[in-house]
C-alpha cells in the first residue's frame, strides 16, 4: 500500500498544496479520483465557504452551511458531504490516484472519505491525504505505520505521487 500524508500550519495552506499537487499530476495525464478543497472568503461572514471540486474535472459541491454571521463550530454539510463521497466512489475504478483533501472530523469518526480510502487500498491505487493538526493523530492511529508523511513542498509531492503510480502499474 502506498499511503502518504501532507499537514501544514495556517488555514488554507494544506488545501493550496493539494491543488497545485492535483493541476501538475493531471497536467501530466494521470487519472485522479478524489477532491480539491476551496475555501472562499466572504466579507460579511465570520466563516468561508468551502467547495469541493471533484477529481478529475468536477461537479463542484458547496459544503458547508452559511449559518450566519455569527455562526460558531462547525459549518460543514454532512449531506453535501456524502454526496462528493458517492461522486468519488464511483470514479474510484481505473484511477491512478485518490486524493484525499482532508482527513477531517467526518473522518475522524470514521465517515467522510474512509471507505473510499479502503477501497482505494484494496484495489492497489495510491492514496495523498491533506491533514490538519486537529486530526493528525485520528488519521495516524486509522493509516497505523503505512502512512509516509511528506515533506511540504509541491515537487517532492508531485514526484512521490508519480513514483507510486508508476509503482503500482508496474
Known amino acids: 500500500m502506498r499511503l502518504a ?11 493550496a498544496l493539494i491543488a497545485a499537487v492535483a493541476n501538475q499530476l493531471q497536467t501530466d495525464g494521470m487519472r485522479l479520483a ?13 466563516k468561508c465557504d468551502m467547495d469541493l471540486m471533484i477529481l478529475p474535472q468536477g461537479p463542484i ?7 450566519g454571521d455569527l455562526a460558531r463550530g462547525c459549518t460543514l454539510d454532512s449531506g453535501a458531504l456524502e454526496q462528493s463521497v458517492a461522486e468519488v466512489q ?4 481505473g484511477s491512478d490516484m485518490l486524493i484525499v483533501n482532508k482527513f477531517g472530523k467526518r473522518e475522524a469518526e470514521g ?9 482505494a487500498v484494496d484495489l ?16 495516524l492511529a486509522f493509516a497505523g505505520e503505512e502512512a509516509l508523511a511528506l515533506p511540504t513542498d509541491v515537487t517532492t ?5 508519480r513514483q507510486s503510480i508508476v509503482a503500482e502499474t508496474a
Open 157 to 161: 509531492v508531485v514526484q512521490w505521487c
Open 34 to 46: 478524489g477532491t480539491v478543497q476551496s475555501n472562499i472568503e466572504r466579507p460579511d461572514r465570520r
Open 5 to 15: 500524508y501532507v499537514t501544514l500550519q495556517g488555514r488554507g495552506r494544506t488545501d
Open 124 to 139: 492497489g491505487i495510491p492514496i495523498l491525504v491533506g491533514v490538519n493538526g486537529l486530526n493528525l493523530a485520528a488519521f
Open 90 to 93: 464511483q470514479r474510484l475504478s
Open 61 to 67: 459541491v458547496r459544503i458547508s452551511e452559511d449559518r
Open 111 to 119: 465517515k467522510g472519505l474512509v471507505p473510499v480510502i479502503g477501497d
